[in-house]
């Protein structure tokens, strides 16, 4: 049956309801009415007022029947309406990561049934591209890994031979720089390919998250040293977090490098370590060129580098921060970017302790 025939044959089962009572209260009345005037005659009939009479069928007769067409024509909404309301449910909580789950599906046969089985079909669809690109990734990536390894090892034996030239030395230099470079990205690639299929391997177990931070001001001290950029922790609090320590210290790596990349000479960088009931909060905020409002939403966009302005004068693939939510994503957490009011940046990670 259809989703129209079918509401169709709920409203005329509500009007007839209502239209029962009404028809009901009216023969009572009509009934009274005769016993009255066959009792007392004509002139005890003209004692009752039809004014009288018409408000007792309407209060009596008609405010149940509009309840009931009210109600009926509530529940009959209600009805109508919950399929369209899951399956919108359904719609917002698709996501890469769970294209394989089909919309549960009524078995009707009607019109929001057959529109479940069109969304299943596409899901399927969506999910086999994504399978196939998520493949492909992994597949290039294992195999770039063996020439790249063979060329690196060939550069630097070719720099290691006495007889090489100075000239070609500057020239291998840079060959070996760039091999270096495209191991780094195929390693990154085959990273956020794991991720995306749900296959990272993380060892969880108890974390001391604010060592892992006193450890991260440390490194970033030597890493902004050439900009003397300061760098200043104005709160440690004692965290623990259920985690890969591995893969934490890495998020952490990688938002204080974006920190330190995305900055100016003598400016500085701000991190803070707290906990907020259940969650643990690390915010890292810095100075530097403010990203463009425009690419404000896209910063976790894999190869997105900024403006034009400033992209190209920064080292770096692009896909640091689609790691570092991946991470976070993994350990049940967030990664959030905003720009503050005085212009710094700032990066916000929330962790759930996972400790009872």
């Known amino acids: 049956m259809t989703l129209r025939r079918r509401i169709l044959l709920h409203y005329a089962a509500t009007l007839s309801v209502s239209l029962v009572i009404v028809a009901f209260w009216s023969w009572f009345e009509f009934t009274e009415q005769r016993e009255v005037a066959l009792k007392g005659g004509v002139a005890a009939t003209l004692q009752q007022s039809p004014f009288v009479e018409t408000m007792e069928i309407v209060l009596y007769g008609g405010l149940p029947a509009l309840l009931i067409g009210i109600i009926g024509g509530s529940l009959l909404m209600r009805r109508a309406l919950l399929p369209i309301e899951e399956l919108t449910e359904a719609l917002e909580k698709t996501t890469a990561s769970n294209l394989a789950e089909p919309v549960a599906r009524s078995g009707n046969g009607d019109e929001l049934d057959r529109m479940s089985a069109v969304f299943n079909g596409m899901k399927e669809r969506l999910g086999a591209s994504f399978t196939q690109a998520r493949e492909f990734t992994l597949h290039a990536s294992h195999e770039l890994k063996t020439p790249l390894t063979i060329l690196h090892g060939t550069l630097e034996q070719m720099m290691g031979d006495s007889g090489t030239p100075a000239a070609h030395r500057e020239r291998i ?66 965290a623990e977090v259920a985690g890969d320590r591995m893969r934490l210290r890495q998020l952490l790596l990688i938002l204080g490098d974006n920190a330190v990349k995305h900055n100016h000479k003598n400016g500085g960088i701000v991190l803070s370590l707290h906990q907020d009931g259940q969650q643990v909060v690390f915010r890292i905020t810095n100075t530097g060129p403010v990203l463009p409002l425009e690419l404000r939403s896209r910063v976790f966009e894999r190869f997105l580098r900024g403006d034009a302005s400033h992209g190209s004068a920064i080292e770096g693939s692009g896909l640091g921060l689609s790691i570092a939510e991946s991470i976070a994503r993994s350990h049940q957490g967030a990664v959030v970017f905003e720009v503050l009011p005085d212009d710094r940046t700032q990066l916000t990670l929330t962790l759930p302790t996972g400790l009872k």
């Not at 690639?189 to 998250?209: I, M, P, R, S, Y």
């Not at 006193?214 to 050439?226: F, N």
């Open 173 to 238: 230099t840079s060959m070996l720089e760039e091999v270096q470079r495209l191991s780094v990205i195929v390693g990154q690639l085959a990273f956020l390919a794991k991720a995306d299929g749900g296959l990272l391997e993380n060892t969880h177990g108890a974390v001391v998250l604010n060592e892992l931070v006193r450890d991260l001001v440390e490194d970033l001290t030597l890493l902004s040293a050439a900009q003397n950029i300061s760098v200043t922790l104005t709160a440690c609090q004692p």
